[in-house]
């Protein structure tokens, strides 16, 4: 079945850095989202990803998707304090799995001053 | 060790008729539950959430409602299921920076 595995598990950024965190599909997915999660708090969707090789971007946070739709980037610039949280990237199968999402075990990040 | 278990993982049901998921979590006490929906093109959409049995609160308002019978039970209602309650649902348990999600469910109305 469909597996969707995210790396790093942890990340400990210097405020200021950059990172990227990766998320990979051991099948083709139809799309991708991005949810973040403040500590205390409930993943938040961020944006979703549907076009091989689409690349979005909101304010520092670049996001990627993979040309054979397996596999899926965020990449932070000059990381702020704000960034601190948990990321999960989640992917919709296709055909047979089309309609659910499986979601990566997420990457926490946490931002030192 | 922790985990999350949603059930069934795919629904067809008719319009009109009553729905019930369920989700409940092991390995862990007085959990943190949700549960969300899938929104086009907007992703996950918060419907309900539940600090404690019996606490249930609504994100929005809508044909569904929820119930936390049990601390490690989590229950997504319908009385009456209309054409647009398909979709995708999911349940997730949160503490924290971790969170754990079931398999989610997707659910058909015709």
């Known amino acids: 079945g469909q597996q969707v595995m995210q790396i790093p598990q942890y990340q400990h950024v210097q405020e200021g850095e950059d990172f990227t965190t990766y998320c990979n599909s051991s099948t083709t997915l139809s799309n991708i989202q991005w949810y973040k999660q403040r500590p205390g708090g409930h993943p938040v969707f961020l944006i979703q990803?549907?076009?091989?090789?689409e690349v979005k971007k909101q304010k520092r946070l670049t996001f990627q998707f993979g040309e054979a739709k397996k596999n899926s980037s965020l990449h932070i610039t000059a990381t702020q304090t704000t960034d601190v949280g948990t990321y999960f990237c989640?992917?919709?199968?296709?055909?047979?799995?089309?309609?659910?999402?499986?979601f990566g075990a997420g990457t926490q990040v946490v931002v030192t001053p | 060790s922790q985990t999350i278990h949603q059930w069934p993982a795919t629904l067809v049901q008719p319009v009109g008729s009553p729905l019930s998921l369920e989700c409940t979590v092991e390995?862990?006490?007085?959990?943190?539950l949700y549960w969300y929906r899938q929104a086009a093109g907007r992703g996950l959409q918060l419907l309900f959430y539940s600090v404690g049995i019996g606490q249930i609160s609504s994100e929005v308002p809508q044909n569904l409602s929820a119930s936390r019978p049990q601390d490690r039970q989590f229950i997504l209602s319908s009385k009456k299921l209309l054409l647009s309650d398909s979709g995708f649902y999911l349940c997730?348990?949160?503490?924290?920076?971790?969170?754990?999600f079931g398999q989610g469910t997707r659910l058909t109305v015709v």
């Open positions: 390995g862990t006490s007085n959990p943190n």
């Open positions: 997730a348990w949160i503490i924290n920076t971790d969170a754990f």
């Open positions: 990803l549907v076009k091989s090789g």
């Open positions: 989640a992917g919709e199968g296709t055909t047979d799995s089309w309609g659910k999402f499986q």
